[in-house]
């Protein structure tokens, strides 16, 4: 039984257990509700404990049973006034926040539009599989590609990538980026069992596919050369060539130095930003020179990479240039040089982030308040709390998951403020952090 099953049956087994009690007939209609819970008809049990509460006003396990099918209802206005109206008595459970917003999930996993969908799973591994099983395959079975692709990172975020069938199955899928997300997590789970289904990516129609295979064997501690990816670095089409040179970083092998240097110089642009990416990954301060010129390149998004890398690579020596590229005409790449400084001790580069939050263009803003909560955490919670209200539901996702991620209890009210946001995307990641913090979880996926 679930952990939502779980709490229902909690809530009403005491009564249950009690035939010569007065309450009989009260657990004779929560155990009606209770069953109506179970069969997922969330409209019947509150209405049912709905009359029950109007006969007994004063009964707590219907107030709690009643917020949670309130959530499966995707109606957080009423969940929260049930909670509320126990704290008021002093009764609430703070971990009863847990389930209402595991229910409001699930709900909006049956939302139209691929991006709530894809927002709700993506937000339901900051509760853990525990808590929503059954939600989190259902999105593995999503019609959309993208929320599947979501889901298996989400399952990879649980620690569930092995033992889940849907999650195997997902190394088949028609969509190559659902196989290149199944075989990644699979890879990242680095249990022996899922080599052979992995290995099945080796002949994959999609030559990228064949790549991400490789990676996870790897990962998975079979003896894979890096030569492939070497040789595709050299490949004809830029799409390879890029995912080669991704793969090469995080594998961190030292003989991708000069192929990784090289592609610098590629003539693709998009070549050009893996491989600047791909450098910071890789982890050798031997790039730093080159990743400083980079910062001149004439793409944006490569002079971007290129300072994230600097910024990773504590590179000191650097630090002339950053300033320089925080003069850049593109405000991302502003962005991504001021975070950089700060994480090199420039602590007064903050002040350009903090600029970046009245940019026009919402997507700088969004990544401004990412960048500080990163960088400089301390300062981050305060950044989130001045955008909570910003027009842009993407901002406002984006000061969510800061004070959800570092603001501990003290993000509860502001949490349950965004769980009511007039845009589903907002509420999902309001539902998953609210979840989490309530129930004090200090990390993602499973306890």
């Not at 309130?70 to 509320?84: I, T, V």
């Not at 970083?249 to 791909?278: Q, Y």
Request: hydrophobic share 50%; aromatic share 4%; with cysteine.
């Amino acid at each position: 039984m679930h952990a939502i099953g779980s709490l229902a049956f909690a809530l009403t087994a005491f009564l249950l257990l009690c035939p010569g009690n007065p309450a009989l007939a009260v657990a004779d209609d929560l155990h009606a509700a209770k069953m109506a819970f179970q069969r997922k008809d969330y409209d019947t049990a509150v209405r049912l404990l709905s009359a029950q509460i109007d006969a007994h006003p004063t009964q707590t396990t219907a107030y709690e049973l009643r917020a949670v099918a309130q959530g499966y209802r995707g109606h957080p206005e009423e969940a929260l006034a049930d909670y509320d109206y126990l704290a008021k008595q002093g009764k609430e459970k703070t971990d009863l926040l847990r389930p209402m917003c595991a229910g409001l999930l699930t709900n909006l996993l049956a939302h139209d539009q691929d991006l709530v969908r894809g927002a709700a799973v993506t937000a339901l591994a900051e509760l853990g599989f525990s808590d929503t099983p059954t939600a989190l395959i259902t999105a593995l079975r999503d019609s959309s590609a993208r929320v599947r692709t979501f889901a298996l990172q989400a399952a990879g975020r649980m620690g569930r990538a092995a033992t889940l069938p849907a999650v195997r199955a997902a190394a088949g899928d028609p969509d190559a980026t659902v196989r290149m997300a199944a075989l990644s997590t699979l890879g990242l789970s680095k249990d022996p069992a899922v080599v052979e289904i992995v290995r099945q990516g080796l002949t994959d129609k999609d030559p990228i596919v064949q790549l991400v295979a490789r990676e996870a064997l790897i990962r998975l501690k079979q003896p894979q050369s890096v030569q492939p990816f070497l040789a595709a670095a050299r490949d004809f089409s830029p799409s390879v060539r890029g995912a080669a040179l991704g793969i090469l970083g995080r594998l961190k092998d030292p003989s991708a130095l000069s192929v990784l240097i090289l592609g610098l110089h590629d003539p693709d642009a998009s070549v050009r930003s893996f491989a600047a990416g791909a450098l910071g990954d890789l982890g050798s301060m031997s790039a730093v020179a080159d990743l400083v010129d980079a910062l001149s390149d004439p793409d944006p998004y490569v002079r971007n990479f290129a300072a994230v890398s600097l910024g990773r690579l504590n590179a000191k020596p650097a630090i002339a240039a950053l300033w320089g590229a925080v003069k850049d005409s593109d405000s991302l790449v502003r962005l991504a040089a001021a975070e950089a400084l700060v994480r090199l001790g420039e602590g007064e580069a903050a002040l350009v982030i903090r600029e970046l939050l009245k940019d026009p263009d919402y997507g700088v803003r969004s990544a401004a308040v990412g960048a500080m909560a990163r960088s400089e955490p301390s300062r981050a919670m305060a950044l989130a709390l001045q955008v909570f209200d910003d027009p842009a539901p993407r901002v406002r996702v984006a000061a969510v998951q800061a004070l959800g991620r570092l603001g501990g209890k003290t993000a509860i009210p502001y949490l349950r403020r965004a769980l009511l946001d007039k845009d589903l995307t907002v509420r999902a990641f309001a539902a998953g952090h609210l979840g989490s913090v309530a129930a004090g979880r200090g990390q993602k996926g499973e306890n």
